[in-house]
């Protein structure tokens, strides 16, 4: 299918981008033929004024407006100064969205043709395969700002410069279009050109590339670990039911054996204590593995966690009377608020300060509660050995555990609890001066 146009007429759309010498601009389109008319008169007008012309579309795409331009007039010779990539190849679409990747494909492309004196009108379709929403809108937003300060550079180069950033307005998401409005000086649509009315040139809502990267890796990372814990609640099930069809078995004929044999000899009766300690111990862990299946926000009510820490703290203490290891709590608020399963949140912080007791023979274990905007941050400080490299990489992965008792699976519990009341777990540690996991729990806002 082609489309006309006719050279030299400009259309009302393009007059606010031909009036532009700097200009930064995302158009969001809703309609193909609009989108390949619009795509037309811009590189039209572009090969009129002898700008440097760089495009990155889908070959189809492309074909069209190279039609237009024949039927309008222009030659082979003159399209030829029409600089080609394959929008695929130039945002990685084989892969989830990289912004890292991208920028440099794109300098790669940019940069030979940024000479002084020239301006530089580039066109580019943003693609990217179907991933995770929560991973690409950070992803996609740092790829803008990345843009948007490379542009600020060629604008100290070439001192003119126009860019057009298109995406198919049915796969934004309000998040995303923000995201966009706030990395771009201008915003067309199909029908309108205007100013857009959040653009800011600091970057937002990032603070700077490497930590936009940083956040982009953990988001990453964050979709990673929660699709593993839901394969291995899924799993956990399978296990614990079946863990506990046997177990109920085997401890039915071994009551039935006990109460049936007599007396037993003293031996006998060791290695029959030693069978049910056993049993005890599988029972347990058929018990976690069931915890990390079953749902952890069964119970909702208002919990004033300033005070469910306290009684945690009260409960932990006694165990720690074998030890030389204080714990302290310390918070500025006497009432702070959440919502959830009060029994499930406690379970959290016993485990994350039963795995500090044990990771220390002395020292001090601090509780901090803070007030976080429209969070609850909870750190749990212990200054033991920290954690090393190699176990880091694997802790919280199903069955790793650093205790040669320990199944692995109480960080994971405690962690699909914090994830089920719309919070998260972080870990931050340093050999030799110990370790803190944070959780960040919204808070309940008082009437």
Same mark, same amino acid.
């Given at each position: 299918?082609?489309?006309?146009?006719?050279?030299?007429?400009?259309?009302?759309?393009?007059?606010?981008?031909?009036?532009?010498?700097?200009?930064?601009?995302?158009?969001?389109?809703?309609?193909?033929?609009?989108?390949?008319?619009?795509?037309?008169?811009?590189?039209?007008?572009?090969?009129?004024?002898?700008?440097?012309?760089?495009?990155?579309?889908?070959?189809?795409?492309? &074909?069209?407006?190279?039609?237009? %331009?024949?039927?309008?007039?222009? *030659? +082979?010779?003159?399209?030829? =100064?029409? @600089?080609?990539?394959?929008?695929?190849?130039?945002?990685?679409?084989?892969?989830?969205?990289?912004?890292?990747?991208?920028?440099?494909?794109?300098?790669?492309?940019?940069?030979?043709?940024?000479?002084?004196?020239?301006?530089?009108?580039?066109?580019?379709?943003?693609?990217?395969?179907?991933?995770?929403?929560?991973?690409?809108?950070?992803?996609?937003?740092?790829?803008?700002?990345?843009?948007?300060?490379?542009?600020?550079?060629?604008?100290?180069?070439?001192?003119?410069?126009?860019?057009?950033? &298109?995406?198919?307005?049915?796969? %934004?998401?309000?998040?995303?279009? *923000? +995201?966009?409005?706030?990395? =771009?000086? @201008?915003?067309?649509?199909?029908?309108?050109?205007?100013?857009?009315?959040?653009?800011?040139?600091?970057?937002?809502?990032?603070?700077?590339?490497?930590?936009?990267?940083?956040?982009?890796?953990?988001?990453?990372?964050?979709?990673?670990?929660?699709?593993?814990?839901?394969?291995?609640?899924?799993?956990?099930?399978?296990?614990?039911?079946?863990?506990?069809?046997?177990?109920?078995?085997?401890?039915?004929?071994?009551?039935?054996?006990?109460?049936?044999?007599?007396?037993?000899?003293?031996?006998?009766?060791?290695?029959?204590?030693?069978?049910?300690?056993?049993?005890?111990?599988?029972?347990?862990?058929?018990?976690?593995?069931?915890?990390?299946?079953?749902?952890?926000?069964?119970?909702?009510?208002?919990?004033?966690?300033?005070?469910?820490?306290?009684?945690?703290?009260?409960?932990?203490?006694?165990?720690?009377?074998?030890?030389?290891?204080?714990?302290?709590?310390?918070?500025?608020?006497?009432?702070?608020?959440?919502?959830?399963?009060?029994?499930?949140?406690?379970?959290?912080?016993?485990?994350?300060?039963?795995?500090?007791?044990?990771?220390?023979?002395?020292?001090?274990?601090?509780?901090?509660?803070?007030?976080?905007?429209?969070?609850?941050?909870?750190?749990?400080?212990?200054?033991?050995?920290?954690?090393?490299?190699?176990?880091?990489?694997?802790?919280?992965?199903?069955?790793?555990?650093?205790?040669?008792?320990?199944?692995?699976?109480?960080?994971?519990?405690?962690?699909?609890?914090?994830?089920?009341?719309?919070?998260?777990?972080?870990?931050?540690?340093?050999?030799?001066?110990?370790?803190?996991?944070?959780?960040?729990?919204?808070?309940?806002?008082?009437?």
């Amino acid at each position: 299918m082609t489309y006309s146009v006719h050279k030299n007429k400009e259309m009302e759309l393009t007059k606010g981008i031909e009036s532009l010498l700097v200009g930064h601009v995302v158009y969001t389109y809703t309609d193909r033929n609009k989108y390949i008319e619009h795509a037309t008169s811009y590189v039209a007008e572009g090969l009129d004024k002898n700008h440097i012309i760089l495009y990155v579309d889908q070959p189809t795409s492309f &074909a069209a407006v190279k039609e237009n %331009l024949r039927n309008a007039g222009y *030659t +082979e010779e003159q399209m030829d =100064h029409i @600089y080609f990539v394959d929008t695929d190849m130039a945002y990685e679409t084989h892969d989830n969205f990289n912004a890292e990747a991208v920028l440099k494909n794109l300098n790669d492309f940019f940069d030979p043709h940024i000479i002084e004196g020239n301006v530089l009108r580039g066109w580019g379709l943003v693609t990217w395969r179907p991933q995770n929403i929560k991973t690409l809108i950070p992803s996609v937003a740092l790829h803008e700002q990345n843009f948007d300060d490379f542009f600020s550079r060629v604008a100290n180069i070439t001192k003119n410069y126009i860019n057009v950033c &298109a995406y198919d307005s049915l796969s %934004l998401s309000g998040s995303l279009l *923000t +995201e966009l409005l706030q990395t =771009h000086e @201008y915003h067309m649509t199909d029908t309108n050109f205007l100013p857009s009315h959040l653009y800011k040139k600091q970057p937002v809502p990032f603070t700077g590339i490497s930590t936009q990267l940083q956040l982009e890796n953990e988001l990453r990372s964050h979709d990673t670990r929660r699709d593993k814990l839901d394969i291995t609640g899924k799993l956990a099930s399978i296990i614990a039911h079946e863990l506990r069809s046997t177990l109920t078995v085997v401890q039915g004929r071994l009551q039935l054996f006990d109460l049936t044999s007599g007396g037993q000899n003293e031996a006998s009766q060791v290695h029959l204590d030693e069978i049910k300690k056993g049993l005890k111990e599988i029972e347990q862990t058929a018990s976690e593995f069931l915890s990390l299946a079953e749902s952890h926000v069964e119970d909702q009510k208002t919990i004033n966690i300033t005070t469910l820490i306290e009684q945690v703290k009260a409960q932990m203490e006694s165990d720690m009377e074998m030890k030389a290891i204080d714990i302290h709590m310390d918070s500025g608020h006497n009432e702070m608020l959440i919502f959830g399963d009060a029994l499930k949140i406690r379970q959290v912080f016993i485990n994350l300060i039963k795995n500090a007791i044990e990771a220390m023979e002395t020292g001090t274990i601090i509780l901090r509660v803070k007030d976080d905007l429209d969070h609850v941050t909870i750190d749990v400080c212990d200054n033991g050995p920290g954690i090393p490299d190699e176990i880091l990489r694997q802790i919280g992965d199903p069955f790793m555990s650093s205790k040669e008792d320990g199944t692995g699976l109480g960080l994971l519990i405690s962690e699909k609890i914090v994830r089920e009341h719309n919070g998260s777990l972080l870990l931050q540690t340093q050999i030799g001066k110990g370790s803190t996991f944070t959780i960040h729990l919204p808070k309940l806002e008082q009437e």
